[in-house]
């Protein structure tokens, strides 16, 4: 079984920071894509941004420039750093894990029970 685990969140003022993070457990061989996605009230979950095992990066263009997604292989850990956030960022956040192959050879998509972020002054 794999499982994410997510930490941090919690309300900013408008213009902070904050950061949240990621951390994948269980019965892990490989993680293709590992990300954060969001669902504001009475909208729709969308992608803030991903991030390939090889590296390679997606934002939304909501968050280009605002935010920035680091991830660590070996630990297979992702961290969200939010800067200059708006209202309109608040949301719940989800960690995803795509393409996860476990060491009994299955392939899963897996995500995080998710965290509050409340940008409000």
């Known amino acids: 079984q794999v499982q994410l685990v997510e930490s941090g969140g919690g309300l900013v003022q408008p213009g902070g920071s904050l950061s949240v993070s990621c951390a994948a457990s269980?019965?892990?061989?490989?993680?293709?894509?590992m990300g954060w996605y969001r669902q504001a009230p009475g909208k729709q979950r969308e992608l803030v941004a991903s991030?390939?095992?090889?590296?390679?990066?997606n934002y939304a263009d909501s968050v280009k420039g605002r935010f920035t997604l680091s991830r660590d292989n070996a630990k297979t850990t992702v961290d969200l750093q939010m800067n200059s956030l708006k209202p309109e960022d608040t949301a719940v956040y989800y960690c995803?894990?795509?393409?996860?192959?476990?060491?009994?050879?299955?392939?899963?998509?897996?995500w995080g029970q998710g965290t509050l972020v409340t940008v409000s002054s």
């Open positions: 995803n894990a795509d393409g996860v192959v476990t060491t009994d050879y299955k392939y899963l998509e897996v």
């Open positions: 991030m390939t095992r090889g590296g390679r990066a």
């Open positions: 269980g019965s892990i061989f490989s993680i293709n894509v």
